[in-house]
């Protein structure tokens, strides 16, 4: 029989980070962060932000975050673009989600890379759901019916393995996601942007700061 071969073009990469802070990190910046998550969400009474903080709010407890998770955005920003450049983080916020809370389809603007670090277990219900893009004015033709086949080049949808205290997933800021009806309990976050210093296109070069 002659060889096959089936080739994966352009694949959009998604990072998982199990245990990337220790439960005693995790309940820091819970005890430190919980508090002010009082930003009601405008789409779910059930979700709540904090404002969104930068790198002179809490410095202790969020510069020793960045530290721990800026290895790994590097790393990310390496296969995106391709080299090691120089990250900062330049936002975060924490997101307090109870049982019937839910947060909307978006993606992340003016930023590179962009992370959710889980500061508490998830239910599988209330997983984060990514998807493709959700299109624009173009008509649609689509195959999806109960007797077929959902893989990696018809899917619209993609979610991860089961997020546990401490756990880091990071994704380019494009990629749309939601979290669907929590019907677990306390689902908490902390979420954040980051940009790199400089991407450069043959002596094209453009400078980002926060
Ligand atoms: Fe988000």
């Known amino acids: 029989m002659a060889e096959r071969e089936v080739f994966s073009l352009f694949p959009t990469p998604v990072m998982r980070v199990a245990q990337a802070i ?3 990190q995790v309940q820091a910046l819970r005890e430190g962060l919980m508090d002010q998550a009082a930003l009601a969400n405008h789409l779910s009474g059930e979700l709540q932000h904090t404002r969104i903080l930068g790198a002179d709010d809490h410095p202790e407890l969020l ?55 889980y500061l508490s277990d998830c239910d599988a219900s209330a997983n984060t759901v990514f998807m493709r893009n959700l299109g624009g004015r173009d008509f649609v033709f ?15 949808k993609w979610i991860g393995p089961q997020p546990e205290a401490g756990d880091l997933v990071l994704f380019p800021s494009y990629l749309q ?27 094209y070069a453009i400078s980002f700061s926060s």
């Open 22 to 24: 220790s439960p005693e």
């Open 63 to 117: 510069q020793d975050l960045a530290r721990r998770v800026g290895p790994h955005v590097v790393e990310m920003g390496r296969l995106l673009f391709g080299e090691q450049l120089r990250w900062g983080i330049k936002e975060m916020w924490l997101n307090a989600m109870s049982t019937g809370g839910r947060q909307a389809v978006h993606n992340h603007a003016n930023c590179f890379v962009s992370g959710v670090l």
């Open 142 to 156: 689509a195959n999806t019916h109960g007797g077929a086949e959902v893989g990696p080049f018809n899917a619209d």
């Open 177 to 203: 996601h939601e979290v669907p009806l929590n019907r677990g309990g306390p689902r908490v976050t902390l979420a954040f942007n980051a940009i790199p210093e400089r991407l450069d296109a043959w002596g």
